[in-house]
Each structure stands twice: as C-alpha cells, then as structure tokens.
C-alpha cells in the first residue's frame, strides 16, 4: 500500500457517458498530480491541485475537469466519455516540490466500449 | 517546455547482461528521480539524485546525475526478470518563476525486459 488510494480500480463504461475518478492523497501531501497513460505509453500529465487550488494543467481535455476537496482527497471528472479515453489513470501525491518524489496511487483502470 | 528524452525506448537482454539507460534534456533541473513500473501498478520512486556528478548506488542500480544537472543514467549490473519494467526518469525544472519547481516533468520512458 502506497498510501495514496485510487478508487475504483476498474471501470468499463459505454461512450458518451460521464465517470467519476476517486484520489485519497497519502497522509500530510498537500499536492494531488492526475495522469493518464495509454498502451505502452508514458504518463500524459493532466493537472495538479495544492491545498485546494488548481497549480498547473497539463494536456487535459474540456471534457475532463477536477477538484480537490478541503479534505485533500481529489476527483476526476470524465464526460462524454469516448472510446480513445480508454486508459489508465493515475493519481499522485506529494509534499510539494523539489527534491520530494510522488507517491502513486495503483490507479484507475477507464475501458470505454 | 522541459522535455526529457529517454534512450533506448526498449530494451530486451538477457539475465546476467549489463545495461544503461539514458536520460537526456537540454534544460536544467534542480534534481531528477528515477521510477521503475510494474504492469498495472503505479511508477514506484527508486532514487532521487540533487547534486551535480552526484552518484547513488542501490544494490545493483547505479544512479548518476550530470555535472551540469541536465542529464542522468541509470547502469543495471547483472540483470534480473525483476528488473522487468517501465523505467522513468523525472526532474524538477530549475525554473525560479512562481511554481515553477513544483511539478515533475516525467520522460518518455524506457520498458526493459530482462529474459531468464
């Protein structure tokens, strides 16, 4: 268990419909980083929130939002969903900044059919 | 934008076989971490590197960041099937604007597969 809690860890959804993507940041991280990654591809960065504020976006599509919550916990929100959206998405967690590394959370596997 | 590119892309050996996988940028960066991932599970830091020349060692990982903080290597001795993964390296920017060094920018990764 990394500490960071990616919920649910499988989805399989029909296009056009919306989901729901759950992040419980390990214990004392302020910052929450979303990710996709894609068949044997790399991590596409999304967004990431610190202390309740979005900080950076990344390639995040406007079908795709976010929040984090006055708990630090944060979502992921997917509509419209389409059959490329099919991925796995990832949840990080960190103190915030230079040198501190991310936590993983085992993410959330998204199969749009 | 801060690109890492990552040599080889893949990378498929033998066990006992020695490797080096190469982390390249054209930018600096106030430190750079390595990450290993497994199938179906989330990147798992291996080893963070902030100094200039600076080289870490966990058992048969050798870590080396550049003099000049814009590249790093990651040398395998003797590899095993647990070595078998998705390797990332990742670096802060040393970008001194507002927020600037708050967000890892990941690299294009490196899948190896070791074969018993």
């Known amino acids: 268990d990394s500490g960071v809690t990616q919920t649910p860890k499988h989805l399989i959804t029909a296009t056009g419909q919306r989901v729901t993507l759950r992040c419980s940041p390990r214990s004392g991280d302020l910052s929450v980083y979303w990710y996709q990654q894609s068949l044997d591809q790399g991590l596409q960065f999304l967004i990431q929130?610190?202390?309740?504020?979005?900080?950076a976006k990344g390639n995040i599509l406007e079908r795709f939002s976010a929040q984090q919550f006055p708990d630090l916990h944060s979502e992921l929100n997917l509509s419209s969903l389409e059959l490329g959206d099919s991925a796995l998405y990832f949840c990080?967690?960190?103190?915030?900044?230079?040198?501190?590394?991310?936590?993983f959370g085992s993410g959330t596997r998204l199969t749009v059919v | 934008t801060q690109l890492l590119e990552q040599s080889p892309q893949f990378l498929s050996i033998q066990e006992g076989e020695n490797l080096t996988v190469y982390c390249n940028s054209s930018s600096v960066f106030s430190s750079l971490q390595w990450y290993r991932q497994e199938p179906g599970e989330g990147p798992v830091l291996l080893v963070t590197?902030?100094?200039?020349?600076e080289v870490k060692k966990l058992k048969r990982l050798t870590f080396q960041f550049g003099d000049a903080r814009k590249d790093s290597s990651l040398h395998i001795t003797a590899a095993q099937p647990g070595d078998t993964g998705l390797y990332l390296c990742a670096g802060y920017p040393a970008d001194l604007s507002n927020f600037g060094n708050e967000k890892l920018t990941f690299g294009t990764g490196t899948r190896l597969t070791i074969i018993p």
């Open positions: 929130y610190y202390n309740g504020e979005e900080r």
């Open positions: 590197v902030v100094t200039g020349g």
């Open positions: 990080a967690s960190s103190v915030g900044g230079s040198p501190y590394g991310y936590t």
